[in-house]
Nanobody
């Protein structure tokens, strides 16, 4: 299995910056994509950004130009660099890892880290 531990959340003023970290451990060979999601008002997980093992990134339109997802060299830690934060960015942010085991899709989630952006 894969364990994901997020850190870096906190409170920031609008226009400020935060960097979230997600440290992955366990069966990392099963993972091909890692990303960040946040909850909408209906408690649904909405994609913020993702990155594949090959370095291909995907961003939600509402964070393009403000957020950047990166990974370290061994691909065990993923970061979300957030700039120009807005109050509507306030949410719990969850790290996600996806892959496959014996061709069966697997999906792992961290515990979440809260980001609060004040006006």
């Amino acid at each position: 299995q894969v364990q994901l531990v997020e850190s870096g959340g906190g409170s920031v003023q609008a226009g400020g910056s935060l960097t979230l970290s997600c440290a992955a451990s366990g069966s990392l060979w099963s993972v091909n994509t890692m990303g960040w999601y946040r909850q909408d008002p209906g408690n649904q997980h909405v994609l913020v950004a993702s990155i594949t093992n090959d370095g291909i990134t995907d961003y939600s339109e509402f964070v393009k130009g403000r957020f950047t997802i990166t990974r370290d060299n061994d691909k065990s830690t993923v970061f979300l660099h957030m700039t120009n934060l807005k109050p509507e960015d306030t949410s719990v942010y969850y790290c996600n890892a996806r892959g496959a085991v014996s061709q069966v899709p697997v999906n792992y989630w961290g515990q979440g880290t809260r980001v609060t952006v004040s006006s």
